[in-house]
């Protein structure tokens, strides 16, 4: 079966500081997203993304976030000022007709 | 804003026991999936319900949505130790993209 793949799969940061997660999405994919799962708590969307461009958002993706396809197999996701809040399980997901979720990047803010 | 609820939290059952959990949204639903999150893992897709009144199996999964469209179930029958993790329901609410994912509902087996 097709997989989207994320890297890193663990990323501890330093509070204040930018991260950016990646992931590629399935090749013959259309529709992007990213979610993000605290730890023991349920999965939350954050954006979704459709022909190089957001197409929702979730009143969680603030002006400290932001996506950015840059080549025709990446999707990031950028985080600029870290805070300790923002650790957590980060999934991203792509679809054609049901969603298929990466493995997902821990982040820790320290 | 839209919410989506699951009852129980948590259960503890013994292998060979069924097992149920609700789904319930605070706003009608286009469609509801279903997803598996092994612990440690990332939520894997089971299931996609689109009618009122739909009930889909797989094995020993039952899933059924609501006449409503508010609310769904997914029923286990004869737990096994390979069921061990959390559930999670998730629907798209009106004309929107967001898929909002359920409180889940973690199942420990003890065999």
């Known amino acids: 079966e097709p997989e989207v793949t994320q890297t890193p799969s663990h990323q501890v940061t330093q509070m204040g500081q930018e991260v950016i997660l990646r992931c590629v999405p399935i090749?013959?994919?259309?529709?992007f997203y990213w979610y993000r799962q605290i730890l023991g708590q349920k999965v939350e969307f954050l954006v979704s993304?459709?022909?190089?461009?957001?197409?929702?958002k979730s009143e969680i993706f603030d002006d400290q976030f932001s996506v950015e396809r840059p080549d025709g197999s990446n999707f990031t996701l950028k985080i600029r000022s870290t805070k300790l809040e923002d650790s957590a399980m980060y999934f991203c997901?792509?679809?054609?007709?049901?969603?298929?979720f990466g493995p997902g990047t821990r982040l820790t803010v320290t | 804003g839209q919410q989506v609820m699951q009852i129980p939290q948590y259960q503890h059952v013994q292998e060979g026991e069924d097992f149920t959990t609700y789904c319930n949204s605070s706003?009608?639903?286009?469609?509801i999936q279903w997803y598996k999150q092994r612990p440690g893992g990332h939520p894997v897709f089971l299931i996609q319900?689109?009618?009122?009144?739909e009930v889909k199996k797989q094995k020993r999964l039952t899933f059924q949505f609501g006449e409503a469209k508010k609310n769904s179930s997914l029923h286990i029958t004869a737990t096994q130790t390979t069921d061990v993790g959390t559930y999670f329901c998730a629907g798209f609410g009106g004309a929107t993209n967001k898929l909002i994912f359920g409180t889940g509902t973690l199942l420990a087996v003890q065999p």
């Open positions: 997901a792509s679809s054609v007709a049901r969603q298929y």
């Open positions: 319900l689109v009618k009122s009144g």
């Open positions: 706003t009608t639903l286009s469609n």
């Open positions: 090749s013959n994919h259309l529709y």
């Open positions: 993304f459709y022909n190089n461009e957001i197409s929702e």
